[in-house]
Structures are given as structure tokens and as C-alpha cells.
């Protein structure tokens, strides 16, 4: 599979219906999901639909996301460039390539081994370089880099990582879908001062679930 002119196409009409129907009013992130081809992480039977605002299984029974849901996350991020960014989830790295075409600094933690090799590889790839990518538990973050000016979480979680709370700057945000497993709340959190955080939430939304461990 290649980046034709006719996924090109199928995107800017994918950034008009973000804009327009979905309200993502972020230039910077519409223009950044416009630089990623996201067919390219699919399975090829999806080619056709990998601009559709669907989500798709990917490897180990995980999804990737909405692209509404990924544009959205990415806007309550607020990245500017050289943005030190956490992601936890990597799943197969188009949210990751997204975060990088926006030159924020990205580092990702994965749980199944699958998709971590299958993300690194895809990366790689298509030449967006995160500047860690890790195996492991993305419930205890990435001390040794920590803090970070953002975070993300792209799978759902029952409590509050609070580990990933402090590994956050003075002024940092971190969204993350919490809740059960059949429904989270997407909620953003920015850290006023070390024992501050002011809470926003987004809406209702269905992610697979943030899980303890690594499954190799
Ligand atoms: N951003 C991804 C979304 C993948 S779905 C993409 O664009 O494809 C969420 C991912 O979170 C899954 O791959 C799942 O394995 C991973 N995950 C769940 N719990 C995790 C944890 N504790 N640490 C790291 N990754 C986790």
C-alpha cells in the first residue's frame, strides 16, 4: 500500500467533517491528521474505510481510535512544539504519529508486545520518530523521563493513574477516558501545583480498557 492521490483526497475530506461536523476547531491538529496516512496502519481490508471516522480492530483485540476521537484528545492536549508528550497506548502508532506531526517530543508505552513491535516497525516505516518507545506497564509512566507537559491515555481506565499525575509538570495536562468498562467520561486534568489539579470533562466514550501487566 501506498499514499496515493486518492487517500489524499479521502483525507481533506475526513479534515472537513472534523472541522465541520465534528467542531475540532484546532488548525494545528486537523493539519497534523492530514500529514499521517492512516491506511497505512490498518489491516488492508479496511483500505477503503480508513477515512471514515470508524475505528478498526488492530492486532491482540485492541482498537485504533475514532479519527473525531483522536482529534478531539489531541485538542484538549493543547501541544506546542517541543512538548515533552507521555502517551500510554500506543496500539498501532497512528495517534503516536499524529502527536509527532505536531513536533511534539513523544514517548510511548505499550502493553502487548504485538503492537509495540508492530508500532516501532510502522514508525519506523513511515519515518515519524517518537523519541521512546517502551514495553512495559503504562500504569507506572516513564520515571526516569519524567515530568512531561502532557499526557495522554488512549485506553480507558477504572481509577486515576495517580503515578501519571505526578509525573506531570506545573502546568501540564494530562485526558484520560475514566470509567467502567461498558462507558468513560473523557476528562483533562491540569495541574495548578503539585497537590492541585483542576478537572474538565468531554463527554461520554467507549475505549478498550487500560489493563494491568504486560501480555507478551
Ligand atoms: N492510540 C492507539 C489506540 C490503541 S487502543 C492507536 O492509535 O492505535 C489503546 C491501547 O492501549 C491498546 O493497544 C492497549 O493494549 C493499550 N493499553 C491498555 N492498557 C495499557 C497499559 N497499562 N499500558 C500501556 N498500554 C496499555
Known amino acids: 500500500m501506498q499514499d496515493s492521490y486518492v487517500h489524499k483526497g479521502k483525507r481533506k475530506i475526513l479534515i472537513d467533517y472534523l472541522r465541520d461536523k465534528m467542531g475540532i476547531a484546532d488548525e494545528k491538529v486537523l493539519a497534523a491528521i492530514n500529514q499521517v496516512p492512516r491506511h497505512l496502519f490498518l489491516e488492508s481490508v479496511f483500505e477503503d474505510f480508513a477515512y471514515e471516522d470508524r475505528a478498526f480492530p488492530i492486532l491482540a483485540k485492541q482498537t485504533i481510535s475514532h479519527p473525531s476521537t483522536v482529534a478531539e484528545q489531541t485538542a484538549l ?25 505536531l513536533n511534539a517530543w513523544v514517548y510511548t508505552i505499550e502493553r502487548q ?11 519506523r516505516e513511515l519515518n515519524f520518530r517518537p523519541k521512546f518507545q517502551s514495553f512495559g506497564d503504562g500504569f507506572l509512566g516513564l520515571p526516569t523521563y519524567a515530568p512531561f507537559d502532557k499526557i495522554l491515555v488512549t485506553c480507558g481506565a477504572e481509577v486515576l493513574p495517580t503515578q501519571l499525575l505526578h509525573q506531570l509538570k506545573v502546568g501540564g495536562k494530562m485526558v484520560i477516558p475514566l470509567g467502567k468498562t461498558d462507558e468513560q467520561i473523557l476528562m483533562r ?8 489539579f483542576e478537572r474538565e470533562e468531554f463527554g461520554a466514550y467507549k475505549f478498550v480498557p487500560m489493563l494491568n501487566n504486560t501480555n507478551h
Open 113 to 123: 508486545k504485538g503492537l509495540h513491535d508492530f508500532s516501532l516497525n510502522k514508525l
Open 189 to 196: 486534568f491540569t495541574k495548578k501545583s503539585e497537590r492541585e
Open 77 to 101: 492536549l493543547e501541544i506546542k512544539e517541543k512538548d515533552k508528550v507521555l502517551e500510554i497506548g500506543t496500539g498501532c502508532g497512528y495517534q503516536t504519529a499524529v502527536l509527532i506531526a
